[in-house]
């Protein structure tokens, strides 16, 4: 594979686990984290907000279909402080030892990304 330009990109998971469009948006962001990841020099976050907080307990779970897809991103995941009380699932998080971030009053910093020169990617 021809090696790509660099690129810094924070790919923003906020789909939730109600459906099965929610689950293929998950899994098109994981797939595109996994590419960045692979690519040498390229810088990713990979924040999970809003309801999208609800998928680290359950991706952290040997067993889900899309465990492996995301334990080769995992470690560059974080996920909203603030989202992730709301939602139920701030102890799984953190016992996942995943980072949650509140540098936006208790939200990640989108601005803080953009001012990096990261590429905002969510779909």
Do not use: K
């Not at 334990?71 to 980072?99: E, K, N, P, R």
């Amino acid at each position: 594979m021809e090696r790509l330009a660099t690129t810094n990109a924070a790919i923003v998971i906020l789909a939730g686990t109600e459906s099965h469009a929610d689950t293929g948006r998950l899994v098109n962001r994981l797939e595109a984290a996994r590419e960045f990841a692979e690519n040498e020099g390229d810088e990713l976050e990979l924040v999970f907000d809003g309801a999208g907080t609800q998928w680290i307990p359950e991706l952290e779970d040997e067993d889900h279909d899309y465990h492996d897809l995301y334990a080769a991103v995992s470690d560059q995941a974080s996920a909203c402080d603030y989202c992730a009380g709301a939602f139920g699932v701030d102890d799984a998080i953190q016992d996942a030892g995943v980072v949650t971030v509140d540098d936006n009053e208790g939200h990640p910093s989108i601005r803080s990304l953009v001012d990096d020169d990261y590429e905002i990617i969510t779909f």
